[in-house]
């Protein structure tokens, strides 16, 4: 079945340096990978995608690229703000579920100033 | 417009209340979704309406009962619930039910049961 594996966190930081979370995934076929941010009492807010191999998705700094050779997409970004304190979701649509997301764990960060 | 709108955002209920969820989109999409998030955990799909029709139901049990009484509207009616019920339940909508659609997220209703 899908499933979608990410480094545990929490990851704890100081502001101004470099993200990676990593995120890599088993599905068969061609998924749709995306990240998804839920800051503290609220919902999931859409932060990239991709669709294919090779795209990459990005958005407010942050990026991902889409890469079936070693079926990863890690979050990426240069330099971390306080504001950028959340928990982080990879997660897949695979051609044949439908509309069914398959989530990762998630992956808590704090940003410290 | 890229906003799903639940109400209310908190509700405290007893376990013999009947209360209801709502969610509602504008942006002309038609499948709507129900999740219920716990607690450092990630979301997990309860229902799926595609053109207000209900075609997912993850085995949810019965004392939740969704409805779609139009294309921009969903509801969930809930009804003897137990403390475990406690959760985020989140609202999500998507263009269609196809592969890379993307579903966007309410802000979520936060369920106590007592």
């Known amino acids: 079945g899908n499933s979608v594996t990410q480094m545990e966190g929490p990851v704890t930081l100081s502001e101004e340096a470099f993200l990676t979370i990593n995120c890599t995934y088993t599905?068969?076929?061609?998924?749709?990978l995306f990240w998804y941010v839920q800051y503290p009492g609220e919902g999931l807010q859409l932060l990239l995608k991709?669709?294919?191999?090779?795209d990459k998705g990005s958005n407010k700094g942050f990026e991902a690229t889409y890469r079936k050779e070693t079926t990863s997409f890690h979050l990426e970004k240069g330099s971390v703000q306080v504001s950028d304190s959340a928990v982080y979701f990879c997660a897949l649509i695979r051609e044949t579920s439908g509309s069914r997301l398959t989530f990762g764990e998630g992956t808590q960060l704090t940003v410290n100033p | 417009d890229t906003e799903v709108t639940q109400t209310p955002k908190h509700l405290v209920m007893g376990m013999t209340n009947k209360k209801s969820l709502k969610c509602e989109q504008h942006m002309g999409h038609r499948a709507m979704y129900w999740y219920k998030q716990k607690a450092k955990k990630p979301p997990e799909l309860m229902f799926v309406?595609?053109?207000?029709?209900?075609?997912i139901n993850e085995s949810v049990p019965s004392r939740f009962s969704p409805e779609c009484p139009n294309s921009s509207l969903l509801n969930l009616h809930l009804h003897a619930l137990q403390p475990e019920d406690s959760a985020l339940y989140l609202c999500?909508?998507?263009?269609?039910?196809?592969?890379?659609?993307?579903?966007?997220f309410g802000q979520g209703t936060r369920l106590t049961v007592v």
């Open positions: 999500a909508s998507s263009q269609h039910v196809i592969l890379g659609t993307e579903a966007f």
């Open positions: 309406y595609s053109y207000e029709k209900l075609s």
């Open positions: 991709a669709t294919k191999a090779d």
């Open positions: 599905a068969t076929g061609y998924p749709s």
